[in-house]
T-cell receptor, first 118, second 111 residues
Framework: DTGVSQDPRHKITKRGQNVTFRCDPISEHNRLYWYRQTLGQGPEFLTYFQNEAQLEKSRLLSDRFSAERPKGSFSTLEIQRTEQGDSAMYLC????????????????FGNGTRLTVT | EDQVTQSPEALRLQEGESSSLNCSYTVSGLRGLFWYRQDPGKGPEFLFTLYSAGEEKEKERLKATLTKKESFLHITAPKPEDSATYLCAGMTTDSWGKLQFGAGTQVVVTP
């Protein structure tokens, strides 16, 4: 079990530039999630996939954000026209599918990509 | 509106000094209550899932309990390596993938 892998670990960009992050989930996990975390706060849900299908997207997510999981394996999160308010840790997580209504497979998180917009 | 609130925001303990962290939730249709540990610069690490009031789970010096309105994480005889931020999160019946996190409790254990 190599865990959830995220790349890059750090990204510094200038306001207005586009950035893309990659996430490789645990191999047998078919669910993949993106969260965002700012200093002193808990992670905030952005979106999640089951296989290649994007099943839910936060209402708070700007149209500048887009996520893909083209083959149901790795995922990318792109932020267009970055703003200083986008500075945060972007966390990816994965999980096994939930088998029934009474059990929730826990989310396993990667170590994140820290984005700084100058 | 669904909300998860953790207290205290920060906790400083002497090694061996037991204490409890609180997580209160106003989440309609709670499907599971999760506890995570997060070290600086790292992603959250899964600890426990609780499903129903009265349930308890233990791992080493940590024990998590759940009531109808709140959850507690008890740290018994903590060691410096227990220093971390502890996060709780709720998952609701209207979404399988969305965890609603609290802001966390930052725990520092001094020798």
């Amino acid at each position: 079990d190599t865990g959830v892998s995220q790349d890059p670990r750090h990204k510094i960009t200038k306001r207005g530039q586009n950035v893309t992050f990659r996430c490789d989930p645990i191999s047998e996990h078919n669910r993949l999630y993106w969260y965002r975390q700012t200093l002193g706060q808990g992670p905030e849900f952005l979106t999640y996939f089951q296989n290649e299908a994007q099943l839910e997207k936060s209402r708070l997510l700007s149209d500048r954000f887009s996520a893909e999981r083209p083959k149901g394996s790795f995922s990318t999160l792109e932020i267009q026209r970055t703003e200083q308010g986008d500075s945060a840790m972007y966390l990816c997580a994965s999980s096994l599918p939930t088998g029934d209504e009474t059990y929730n497979s826990p989310l396993h998180f990667g170590n994140g990509t820290r984005l700084t917009v100058t | 509106e669904d909300q998860v609130t953790q207290s205290p925001e920060a906790l400083r303990l002497q090694e061996g000094e037991s204490s409890s962290l609180n997580c209160s939730y106003t989440v309609s249709g709670l499907r599971g209550l999760f506890w995570y540990r997060q070290d600086p610069g790292k992603g959250p690490e899964f600890l426990f899932t609780l499903y129903s009031a009265g349930e308890e789970k233990e791992k080493e010096r940590l024990k998590a309990t759940l009531t109808k309105k709140e959850s507690f994480l008890h740290i018994t005889a903590p060691k410096p390596e227990d220093s971390a931020t502890y996060l709780c999160a709720g998952m609701t019946t209207d979404s399988w993938g969305k965890l609603q996190f609290g802001a966390g409790t930052q725990v520092v254990v001094t020798p």
